[in-house]
């Protein structure tokens, strides 16, 4: 089993930052690829970026540019988020993938954009 923490979580102005961090906790050595994924009100969640065991990194289109993911070891990940957007505003939640496919979900963090 894998437990997940994020925070960092708030709201900001538009043309803001900040940085969220997920904690991993548990059989933390079973862990490979992690991610960062949000759901807004009435949408379907989305991936945000990810990070693979060894540093290799993925994002959406939408953040390439302003976001960075970065990872520290094998406990937590981080999501370094710069110029937001309202349209950023959204639930952001913390993904692991496990051995043998277990997949493992934070309870997530609010984001919210606005002046």
């Known amino acids: 089993q894998v437990q997940l923490v994020e925070s960092g979580g708030g709201l900001v102005q538009p043309g803001g930052s900040l940085r969220l961090a997920c904690a991993a906790s548990?059989?933390?050595?079973?862990?490979?690829?992690m991610g960062w994924y949000r759901q807004a009100p009435g949408q379907q969640r989305e991936l945000v970026a990810t990070v693979t065991d060894v540093g290799g990194t993925n994002y959406a289109d939408s953040v390439k540019g302003r976001f960075t993911i970065s990872r520290d070891g094998l406990e937590m990940v981080y999501l370094q988020m710069n110029s937001l957007k309202p349209e950023d505003a959204a639930v952001y939640y913390c993904?692991?993938?496990?051995?043998?496919?277990?997949?493992?979900w934070g309870q997530g963090t609010q984001v919210t954009v606005s002046s």
């Open positions: 548990g059989n933390i050595f079973s862990i490979g690829n």
């Open positions: 993904k692991a993938i496990a051995r043998g496919g277990y997949v493992y």
